[in-house]
Nanobody, 122 residues
């Protein structure tokens, strides 16, 4: 059974940067995709980015617009979301999750991290 443990997040000023980390604890690594989702207060959870752990293929939500980068470290079994040029609209709880394949749909993700709060002040 896999466990996803998140770290990072916090408070940052508009225009600043944050990096979220997600440790994948479990016997398997390859042949899965890892995604980041976010949920702002009063809004539905939305897709942010995903990466296939074997191929390195990625997909991003349109609103990312080149500001975020998802990456993985196969040795450390870590997945990262580097977020630059943050705006108050990026304020949300961010979640990492694992899926059997690359997908932008949250229902395809079976395992979830505990969440990381990101607050961007204006």
């Amino acid at each position: 059974q896999v466990q996803l443990v998140q770290s990072g997040g916090g408070l940052v000023q508009s225009g600043g940067s944050l990096r979220l980390s997600c440790a994948v604890i479990g016997p398997t690594w390859s042949n899965y995709a890892m995604g980041w989702f976010r949920q702002a207060p009063g809004k539905e959870r939305e897709f942010v980015a995903t990466i296939h752990l074997s191929t390195g293929g990625t997909r991003y939500a349109d609103f990312v617009n080149g500001r975020f980068t998802i990456s993985r470290d196969s040795i450390k079994k870590m997945v990262y979301l580097q977020m630059d040029s943050l705006t108050p609209e990026d304020t949300a709880d961010y979640y990492c999750a694992r899926s059997p394949f690359l997908s932008v749909q949250s229902e395809h993700y079976n395992n979830w991290g505990q969440g990381s709060q990101v607050t961007v002040s204006s």
